[in-house]
């Protein structure tokens, strides 16, 4: 840990708090103001949906105008989104909800490349800490959005448009915050820096192929339950604070275990890590499937929020060695768009089949997902006995 880093980790735990709070009330306020019920998580995929659109913008911006000033220009793009969603509220305006958020997903696109971007504060020997410890920083995002959402729902006339004005305040402090970080220049084109491998050449290797899978259906799995569960907590008469307790404990799930899973993966490898992961998404859904009451809840998420962070620092450590530093931009847009394409599916699925099939039914589906990244690690683990790590 560097001071760089820790205001980088201070950058995350916004972003995160601002995810949260997306998380838990976009579905609620979707649910008061969709034409249908099924589309009441479409705002939560509006938010994934243009992190996948943003994500190859992103890359070009990243490589024209540095890290810095690309992330800044997302903090600015995430104030003016709040805004407009607090106006969908005050308008009682479905569509131009679902507008701000996906607009929102350049923000989301934006902030999500903080943990490649940590990798370059610290010597190389130390990534996977690097890694770790900025994404530990969602820790602030489990205490601050959830509590934000139950703090400011009734304080407007319109339920929840204070939580979304808030937001403007938290990335107006991470705009202060990235300010003061000085990341080393990306190489660009026409400066004499190598200029790397088509984007083709990197997807076809069995590391780039398991660790994007990992990063995708890992999210998209998480995505799935999380986004689904104040409603499925709502169908089942429990309270909208037992909702926010379970959120909060959900992302303390995700982010805790960041401050050692640097440790365990540069002990045992990445491969190893993932594996656990995914057995622990799947004790989630037979916790999930054992009952609806909010201690059943509470166990499932936590469960879940450990599998992704096992998966998604596993799946992001090992892409780091799929490319050369030349190919960074254009590879880890490339993670991101599929993180983001899968979670927009999932985000919208998850109301659809909350909404009509019930909470079981949902967690039934996300057997099949996972299982297929079952058989991508065992895949990756046969190829790895004669794979190359490209030249870094």
Known sequence: MNAQLLLLALCQGLFLSNNVTFVAINGLVGLSLAPAPWMAT????????????????????????????TFQVGLVVAMVASGLCALATVQQ????????????????????????AATELVAPSAKEKAISWVLAGGLIG????????????????QPFTGAYLALIGLAALAMVLMSRIEF?????????????RPLREIARQPLF???????????????LLMSATPIAMA????????AALVLEWHVIGMYAPSFFTGHLIKRFGALPIMVLGLVLNIVCVLVALSGVELMHFLAALITLGVGWNFLFIGGTTLATEAYRPEEKTTAQAAVDFWVYATMTLTAFGSGALVTTGGWQAMNLGSLLPLTLLGAALVWLAVQRRGLTTPAA
Not at 184 to 196: F, K, R, V, Y
Not at 210 to 222: D, E, P
């Open 42 to 69: 479409l705002p939560i995929a509006g938010y994934v949906a243009g992190g996948a659109l943003a994500a190859p913008l992103v890359a070009r911006h990243q490589r024209a105008w540095g890290r810095r000033r």
């Open 235 to 242: 169908q089942c008469g429990l309270p909208f604070s037992s």
């Open 184 to 196: 080393p220049p990306l190489p660009q084109a026409g400066d004499g820096s190598p200029q790397g």
């Open 93 to 116: 305006s479905f569509w131009l909800l679902v507008g701000a958020t996906l607009l929102a997903g350049y923000y989301n696109a934006n902030a999500s490349l903080y943990r490649f």
């Open 209 to 223: 192929i398991v660790a994007t899978a990992a990063c995708a259906l890992g999210y998209g799995v998480m995505s």
């Open 142 to 157: 489990a205490v601050v959005g959830p509590n934000l959402a139950s703090a400011t729902r009734e304080l407007t006339v």
